[in-house]
């Protein structure tokens, strides 16, 4: 009775750690399922059209019925707003992504990722969103693990370098495999490029997620939010494919992985990642749920090896391990940052307590 009693104890405290290794699994497998419906042969726009309309279908019900009663009022200025948010972030960071990931690997997707955060506080810090006080360690840390987050993505982006010959887990699959990546990545080019697009896709990322900060504040309910989201980016990036893709063929999808990855990108990422990141936030903090995006990284490389056949390169993984060095960098800034401000908070409500008992007496 005693033993099950601390094992229930031990799942519920540690059950935000828990949850978030799950979502790194989760997001590994986008990148996986994302890379083998792409070199099947599905086209990428079309891929981000059924991917949106999936998690508007996946998010809708939950937003009307748990939102309707407490969303505030949409204004046409508001829809605006959100359209263009949608389009810069959402639509075009999606695009770039999936039209990245045919140029170079799901590792190097999970991989780039991790850049995302020095990003989003760079931008933050130009748009006067983050304070940034070289007068501190924390400052300085901030500033230098942000330029080595960049330095690290574009070592991974720029130099593929050797492969790692103790991955090769199955020498003649392996091998073959090896083979039709040369032949479909002749030349350094390819993956250059891929890696430049999907830099540029993080950056979109990271510039919604600074752009949502504005919009969360007008409106609230962001269930709802990111349903109107996804519902214009399902609407933009079905008018692009068409624009880029005239074959109508091109857009049936039979019960194979196409309609697998579309449906796990869109129900499973965007519909039950998202509920379970809030509630680790809530819990936790937003600092603790970015400290595991390296973990996608390790997991996708894994599975890609052993499954997809991948094969690893030196500087791919030198580069991710700079990235995440700088990644953590800025989080143990921000970190040090949020825990002297905390302390400050509670001096200045000390001190006003102290006034207020003060002046009662008196």
Aim: aromatic share 14%; hydrophobic share 50%; with cysteine.
């Amino acid at each position: 009775m005693k033993g099950s009693l601390g094992f229930l104890i031990f799942m519920e405290t540690n059950k935000p750690y828990f949850v978030m290794i799950f979502i790194q699994f989760i997001y590994a497998g986008m990148a996986l399922f994302s890379k083998v419906a792409i070199e099947k042969g599905m086209n990428p726009f079309i891929f981000v059209a059924y991917r949106q309309a999936f998690a508007v279908l996946a998010l809708a019900p939950f937003a009307f019925f748990l939102e309707r009663k407490k969303a505030p009022p949409i204004s046409y200025a508001l829809l605006c707003k959100v359209f263009l948010v949608a389009l810069c972030g959402i639509t075009l960071s999606s695009n770039l992504y999936y039209v990245a990931i045919n140029y170079t690997s799901a590792t190097f997707a999970a991989a780039s990722t991790n850049v995302i955060p020095a990003l989003t506080f760079i931008m933050a810090v130009f748009l006067r969103m983050e304070n940034l006080s070289l007068k501190h360690l924390y400052g300085v840390a901030k500033v230098v693990g942000s330029v080595i987050c960049i330095g690290g993505a574009l070592v991974v982006s720029l130099y593929q370098g050797p492969p790692i010959k103790f991955m090769n887990w199955y020498p003649s699959v392996h091998g073959d495999a090896a083979g039709q990546s040369a032949i479909k990545h002749s030349s350094s080019t390819d993956w250059k490029r891929g890696s430049l697009v999907m830099l540029s896709a993080n950056t979109a990322w990271s510039l919604w997620l600074v752009l949502q900060a504005s919009i969360v504040k007008i409106y609230p309910a962001k269930l709802s939010l990111t349903t109107m989201q996804c519902f214009f980016s399902c609407i933009q990036s079905t008018i692009l494919a068409i624009a880029l893709e005239r074959n109508p063929s091109s857009w049936k999808l039979g019960w194979d992985v196409s309609l697998l990855s579309v449906a796990y990108c869109g129900i499973i990422v965007t519909g039950i990642t998202y509920w379970l990141q809030v509630w680790c936030i809530e819990k936790k903090g937003p600092v603790f749920t970015a400290i595991f995006t390296p973990l996608a990284l390790l997991i996708t490389a894994i599975f890609s090896a052993f499954l997809w056949k991948e094969t690893l390169h030196w500087g791919s993984i030198g580069g991710a391990i700079i990235l995440v060095g700088g990644l953590y960098s800025v989080l143990w800034g921000k970190t040090k940052e949020e825990g002297l401000s905390e302390r400050s908070e509670q001096r200045e409500e000390a001190k006003e307590q102290i006034q207020l008992e003060c002046i009662t007496h008196q």
